[in-house]
Protein backbone atom coordinates (compact mmCIF):
# COMPACT_ATOMS: atom_id res chain seq x y z
CA UNK A 1 0.00 0.00 0.00
CA UNK A 2 1.04 3.19 -1.00
CA UNK A 3 2.47 5.53 2.36
CA UNK A 4 2.56 9.35 2.45
CA UNK A 5 5.26 11.57 3.82
CA UNK A 6 4.70 15.35 3.79
CA UNK A 7 6.73 18.02 3.92
CA UNK A 8 6.95 21.71 4.24
CA UNK A 9 4.86 23.05 6.75
CA UNK A 10 5.74 26.25 9.21
CA UNK A 11 5.14 29.53 10.67
CA UNK A 12 4.47 32.17 8.68
CA UNK A 13 3.07 35.75 8.57
CA UNK A 14 -0.19 37.17 7.05
CA UNK A 15 0.55 37.62 3.35
CA UNK A 16 3.21 35.04 2.99
CA UNK A 17 3.71 31.73 1.41
CA UNK A 18 4.31 28.26 2.42
CA UNK A 19 4.90 25.62 -0.26
CA UNK A 20 3.75 22.02 1.14
CA UNK A 21 5.01 18.88 -1.09
CA UNK A 22 3.65 15.22 -0.52
CA UNK A 23 5.72 12.37 -0.87
CA UNK A 24 4.43 9.14 -1.97
CA UNK A 25 5.91 5.57 -2.11
CA UNK A 26 5.40 2.53 -4.66
CA UNK A 27 5.32 3.01 -8.40
CA UNK A 28 1.66 3.57 -8.85
CA UNK A 29 1.55 6.76 -7.99
CA UNK A 30 0.17 8.46 -11.78
CA UNK A 31 -2.77 6.19 -10.65
CA UNK A 32 -3.89 7.82 -7.49
CA UNK A 33 -5.85 10.71 -6.65
CA UNK A 34 -4.55 13.04 -4.37
CA UNK A 35 -5.83 15.44 -1.83
CA UNK A 36 -4.65 18.28 0.45
CA UNK A 37 -6.90 18.36 3.70
CA UNK A 38 -6.79 20.45 6.18
CA UNK A 39 -7.69 20.24 10.14
CA UNK A 40 -8.07 23.25 12.78
CA UNK A 41 -8.31 22.79 16.22
CA UNK A 42 -12.41 21.91 16.99
CA UNK A 43 -12.94 21.75 13.26
CA UNK A 44 -13.76 19.08 11.06
CA UNK A 45 -11.34 17.75 8.64
CA UNK A 46 -12.11 19.39 5.27
CA UNK A 47 -10.81 20.04 1.62
CA UNK A 48 -8.21 22.15 0.55
CA UNK A 49 -7.54 20.34 -2.99
CA UNK A 50 -7.60 17.69 -5.08
CA UNK A 51 -6.07 16.79 -8.47
CA UNK A 52 -6.82 13.86 -10.70
CA UNK A 53 -3.85 10.90 -11.20
CA UNK A 54 -2.90 12.41 -14.24
CA UNK A 55 -2.77 15.80 -13.45
CA UNK A 56 -5.68 17.32 -15.75
CA UNK A 57 -8.24 17.79 -13.10
CA UNK A 58 -8.30 20.10 -10.39
CA UNK A 59 -10.56 21.62 -7.70
CA UNK A 60 -10.28 24.14 -4.85
CA UNK A 61 -12.47 24.81 -1.55
CA UNK A 62 -13.41 28.42 -2.31
CA UNK A 63 -11.91 29.73 0.49
CA UNK A 64 -8.87 29.32 -1.27
CA UNK A 65 -9.39 29.55 -4.65
CA UNK A 66 -7.01 32.00 -6.44
CA UNK A 67 -4.76 31.62 -3.35
CA UNK A 68 -3.59 28.26 -3.27
CA UNK A 69 -2.12 25.90 -6.18
CA UNK A 70 -1.97 22.53 -6.55
CA UNK A 71 0.45 20.27 -8.92
CA UNK A 72 1.67 16.96 -9.20
CA UNK A 73 4.95 15.27 -11.09
CA UNK A 74 4.31 11.66 -10.95
CA UNK A 75 8.32 11.26 -12.10
CA UNK A 76 8.70 12.06 -8.41
CA UNK A 77 5.90 10.30 -6.67
CA UNK A 78 5.04 13.72 -5.56
CA UNK A 79 2.05 16.58 -5.05
CA UNK A 80 2.63 19.71 -4.21
CA UNK A 81 0.45 22.52 -2.18
CA UNK A 82 1.64 25.86 -3.25
CA UNK A 83 0.17 28.39 -0.72
CA UNK A 84 0.08 32.00 -1.41
CA UNK A 85 -1.82 34.92 0.49
CA UNK A 86 -2.21 33.19 3.77
CA UNK A 87 -4.36 34.41 6.23
CA UNK A 88 -4.78 33.42 9.85
CA UNK A 89 -7.60 31.45 9.23
CA UNK A 90 -5.63 29.03 7.12
CA UNK A 91 -4.09 28.08 10.28
CA UNK A 92 -4.11 24.08 10.47
CA UNK A 93 -2.85 20.87 10.15
CA UNK A 94 -2.80 20.06 6.66
CA UNK A 95 -2.70 15.75 5.20
CA UNK A 96 -1.98 14.89 1.93
CA UNK A 97 -4.27 11.59 0.80
CA UNK A 98 -4.76 9.37 -1.72
CA UNK A 99 -7.66 8.16 -3.85
CA UNK A 100 -7.05 5.01 -5.84
CA UNK A 101 -9.94 5.86 -8.15
CA UNK A 102 -7.38 8.66 -9.80
CA UNK A 103 -10.38 11.38 -9.50
CA UNK A 104 -10.31 14.02 -7.53
CA UNK A 105 -12.75 14.39 -5.34
CA UNK A 106 -13.86 16.07 -2.10
CA UNK A 107 -14.81 13.81 0.70
CA UNK A 108 -12.47 12.73 3.04
CA UNK A 109 -14.21 9.85 3.77
CA UNK A 110 -13.22 8.82 -0.07
CA UNK A 111 -10.05 8.42 0.30
CA UNK A 112 -7.79 5.43 1.28
CA UNK A 113 -4.56 6.59 2.36
CA UNK A 114 -3.73 9.57 4.53
CA UNK A 115 0.00 11.17 5.25
CA UNK A 116 0.82 12.32 8.79
CA UNK A 117 -0.07 15.81 9.01
CA UNK A 118 1.82 18.84 8.89
CA UNK A 119 1.28 22.01 10.85
CA UNK A 120 1.16 25.51 9.03
CA UNK A 121 0.93 28.44 11.28
CA UNK A 122 -0.02 31.95 10.26
CA UNK A 123 0.26 34.96 12.42
CA UNK A 124 -1.50 37.71 12.44
Known amino acids: QVQLVESGGGLVQAGGSLSLSCTASGRTFGTYGMGWFRQAPGKERAIVAAISGSGGMTLYADSVKGRFTISRDNAKNTVYLQMNSLKPDDTAVYYC?????????????????WGQGTQVTVSS
Open 97 to 113: AADTSAQAKRLPALYDV
